[in-house]
């Protein structure tokens, strides 16, 4: 359903989003960025390189140890991999952000 142009929020004030920044839009309204989740999946990433590393400690095994370190370097690593390939999808909503944000100003 579509707003008429004499209405409030209607056409003329509608920007035009391209098919990539509705999908976002849908993606990011649907998803849970609460900071507990957040915490929680770093806490597993981590928890078991960490405590393998421990017990590498305690022992005195510098192989389990050093296993440890790989394995939190390769996390490290993924996380990077990842932040930079979500980077797109922060352009493309700085995009929707730009588009909305006169219609914003406008109601103020």
Known sequence: MEARAGEPGGGENRPDFTSEEIRLIRL???SDVSAGRQV???VAYFATPAVFGVYGLATGSLVITGVA???MLLLLAWG???TWRDHSNFVMMQSICRKLLPTVDERQ
Request: charged content about 0%; aromatic content about 24%; glycine content about 0%.
């Open 28 to 30: 990011w309204s649907l």
């Open 40 to 42: 929680s999946a770093q």
């Open 69 to 71: 370190f790989i394995c």
């Open 80 to 82: 990077f991999v990842s």
